[in-house]
């Protein structure tokens, strides 16, 4: 995830993968470079995503699938990859067993949802405590508490309406996703940063943990 090729999209959000005769059944895709906390396109509020048709968005969610994959992620925002726009795509089942393993594979056979434009209701005063990683800060881990029933709006890949009630670790990767539209990276949800933690320390932490 840190090494991949320079994209030709940085500033330039509509248009970008101007390749000739890429419709939006033949989009190109390639492998994005993800931005790093720290970059200022992770710390800003995306813009709202004018026309889903647009080529250059069927490519720009073309590419962003084929780099979440590769980059074994749950979720990606536009932002990761330096497009300020308001859309995110992610692989969210119900559940996972073991959010720490450092050898986990993440399970890519749950289903793909492309949400542009999303909205998020919160529809219960339950939190949950979660452990999430963010392609955009590489090698850590950090302990987060929200809320574990919601309700996200927005439109799929066609334009057409999507509407759909989330508990657990689905809720909680549309959460986090939606986050990085409003500038928010997820160590400033955190209450407790000694929290935080590097994944190779995670054995470490699991066992103070258990003693
Ligand atoms: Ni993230």
């Given at each position: 995830?840190?090494s991949?090729?320079e994209?030709?999209?940085?500033?330039?959000?509509f248009?970008?993968?101007?390749?000739?005769?890429?419709g939006?059944h033949?989009?190109?895709?390639?492998i994005l470079?993800?931005?790093?906390?720290?970059h200022p396109?992770?710390?800003r509020?995306?813009?709202?995503?004018?026309n889903?048709?647009?080529?250059?968005?069927?490519?720009?969610?073309?590419?962003m699938i084929?780099t979440m994959i590769?980059?074994?992620?749950?979720?990606l925002?536009?932002?990761?990859?330096?497009?300020?726009?308001?859309?995110?795509v992610?692989?969210a089942?119900?559940?996972?067993s073991d959010?720490?393993s450092e050898?986990?594979?993440?399970?890519?056979?749950a289903?793909l949802t492309?949400l542009?434009?999303?909205?998020i209701?919160?529809?219960?005063?339950?939190?949950?405590?979660g452990w999430?990683?963010c392609l955009s800060?590489?090698?850590?881990?950090?302990?987060?508490?929200?809320?574990?029933?919601i309700?996200?709006r927005?439109l799929?890949?066609?334009?057409q309406?999507?509407?759909?009630v989330?508990?657990?670790?689905?809720?909680?990767?549309?959460?986090?996703?939606c986050d990085?539209?409003?500038?928010?990276l997820y160590?400033?949800?955190?209450?407790?940063?000694s929290q935080?933690?590097?994944?190779s320390e995670?054995?470490h932490?699991l066992?103070?943990e258990?003693e």
């Amino acid at each position: 995830m840190e090494s991949g090729p320079e994209s030709g999209l940085s500033g330039a959000p509509f248009g970008c993968f101007d390749r000739a005769g890429a419709g939006r059944h033949s989009p190109a895709m390639a492998i994005l470079k993800i931005a790093r906390m720290g970059h200022p396109v992770l710390a800003r509020k995306a813009e709202p995503v004018k026309n889903p048709a647009d080529p250059g968005i069927q490519n720009l969610i073309a590419s962003m699938i084929e780099t979440m994959i590769d980059a074994n992620g749950a979720g990606l925002a536009a932002p990761q990859v330096h497009v300020p726009l308001r859309l995110v795509v992610f692989q969210a089942p119900e559940s996972r067993s073991d959010t720490l393993s450092e050898e986990e594979r993440f399970d890519h056979t749950a289903p793909l949802t492309v949400l542009i434009n999303p909205e998020i209701e919160i529809l219960g005063p339950e939190t949950e405590g979660g452990w999430e990683g963010c392609l955009s800060v590489p090698g850590l881990r950090g302990f987060v508490e929200r809320p574990n029933h919601i309700r996200y709006r927005g439109l799929d890949q066609n334009g057409q309406p999507v509407s759909r009630v989330a508990r657990g670790f689905h809720a909680r990767v549309v959460q986090h996703e939606c986050d990085h539209l409003d500038g928010i990276l997820y160590p400033r949800r955190m209450n407790d940063l000694s929290q935080l933690i590097f994944e190779s320390e995670v054995r470490h932490w699991l066992k103070a943990e258990s003693e």
